[in-house]
């Protein structure tokens, strides 16, 4: 019996203990039980016993977070974390669909927070034509997610 509890996972000597008198005191039920017919070896029944026991601590394992007493309700409920969840979705698809330097700007100038001139210098155009980039690829976007939301 103890090789079957072992052989499900490693548990800490205390559990171990604890696990195998509780199948034990199992064991001992159903062979004392008035009726009892063993109908197949005592070796296998012991084992899907032990195992059962096993697989019920497991189940009765809960996984504990520690709370946070100061953390902040931010007023947002399922619903709209959801829809926020599908937004993003949609937005990180509508990149994956647009022109390689419209990602670039949008990537550098939006996530990286870096500005027109520095973008400019490192692509080789005027700041100011980055600007008009930008703002186009902002309208494609819009334009790819509202289709988005219309399906």
Same mark, same amino acid.
């Given at each position: 019996m103890r090789a079957a509890v072992l052989s499900a996972g490693h548990l800490p000597a205390d559990d171990l203990q604890d696990l195998l008198q509780e199948a034990s005191v199992q064991l001992w039920r159903y062979v004392s039980a008035d009726g009892f017919v063993l109908r197949g070896s005592f070796r296998s029944l012991a084992v899907r016993i032990a195992l059962a026991r096993r697989i019920? #601590?497991? #189940? #009765?394992?809960?996984?504990?977070?520690?709370?946070?007493?100061?953390?902040?309700?931010?007023? #947002?409920?399922?619903?709209?974390?959801?829809?926020?969840?599908d937004r993003l979705t949609r937005l990180h698809r509508a990149l994956g669909d647009i022109r390689e330097l419209c990602r670039i700007l949008v990537r550098g100038r939006f996530l990286e927070d870096r500005s027109y001139e520095d973008l400019g210098t490192e692509l080789g155009r005027a700041p100011e034509t980055l600007r008009v980039h930008v703002h186009r690829c902002l309208r494609v976007l819009r334009g790819m997610i509202e289709i988005g939301d219309n399906r």
């Open positions: 019920d #601590r497991h #189940r #009765r394992q809960r996984f504990l977070v520690e709370l946070d007493e100061d953390l902040k309700d931010d007023g #947002r409920n399922a619903l709209d974390l959801l829809q926020e969840k």
